[in-house]
């Protein structure tokens, strides 16, 4: 019986011990606990649904001027490298910053012989840490991060409300169609590329109203395109004319009788169809 006694005596110590090594003394649990409510406290004061103040939308959909215009700088994005590599097209597609506030775009260049626009593409002083980011027949996507060399287009297109609607290159700089909430501020970004040195060609002006659907017209060389190859069967089946003879005919890269082609077509779908 004494065993017994002692067994069950010795057992009750042992759990008594490992509860109390469980359980924290009765202080740091009621401080633990007022750290806890403290911090729910500090959470709901952070977030007591205090509505923050408004901004009311303003909107330029309205009305504006559409413009194309041709920009000529030899520190703007990828010029000296264009001036390289001729027989190629470059769109610009899409830009993004990096954790190190490094600006990096991707692109899109359609062309036959992407050579020419490697070598250019690595020694451009308006560029850095170029990358081949995908390949096709008749294009490929890279990847640039601007240097601290390269003349943006969106510092100066920002301060006006300009919208970049299409950016593509031509062989004598960028071929650009923006959108401008009125006249003033087309003047005004004129006057700030030319305080830059950026040359200003305007080959298309249009002034939008209130049902304009948003379709830029299309430019002179994309109606001359049009017409050539239409005129030539190159919409029959079979074709009448190739893009080779049709850049031949034209005197231009077959590349941008591609670029051409395809933003032309889609410009008429977006008047028509869409």
């Not at 008594?16 to 500090?42: G, K, L």
């Not at 050539?228 to 031949?248: C, K, M, N, T, W």
């Amino acid at each position: 019986m004494s065993l017994d006694l002692t067994e069950t005596t010795e057992k009750r110590e042992r759990a008594r011990t490992d509860a109390e090594a469980e359980s924290p003394p009765a202080s740091v649990t009621a401080s633990q606990t007022e750290s806890a409510t403290a911090t729910v406290d500090t959470g709901s004061a952070d977030h007591s649904g205090t509505t923050p103040a408004q901004t009311p939308l303003r909107t330029q959909a309205d009305g504006g001027v559409i413009a194309q215009l041709r920009l000529e700088h030899e520190a703007l994005l990828l010029r000296p490298t264009l001036r390289r590599a001729l027989d190629t097209t470059v769109e610009l597609e899409y830009r993004t910053q990096t954790p190190q506030d490094r600006t990096v775009v991707f692109l899109t260049v359609y062309g036959t012989e992407f050579e020419p626009f490697d070598r250019a593409l690595a020694v451009d002083p308006t560029v850095t840490d170029p990358v081949l980011v995908d390949r096709y027949s008749d294009r490929r996507v890279y990847r640039v991060t601007l240097t601290d060399r390269a003349l943006a287009l969106a510092p100066m297109t920002t301060p006006v409300d300009g919208h970049i609607l299409d950016i593509t290159s031509s062989r004598d700089g960028w071929l650009v169609q923006l959108r401008f909430p009125d006249r003033d501020a087309l003047v005004e970004f004129n006057d700030t590329c030319r305080a830059r040195g950026v040359s200003v060609a305007v080959e298309h002006l249009r002034v939008s109203d209130d049902e304009d659907d948003g379709v830029v017209a299309l430019t002179e060389k994309q109606q001359e395109l049009l017409l050539v190859a239409y005129q030539e069967g190159y919409f029959d089946v079979p074709r009448g004319i190739s893009q080779d003879e049709l850049a031949d005919r034209l005197d231009v890269s077959k590349s941008a009788v591609s670029q051409r082609l395809r933003r032309a077509i889609g410009e008429l779908c977006g008047a028509t169809i869409a």
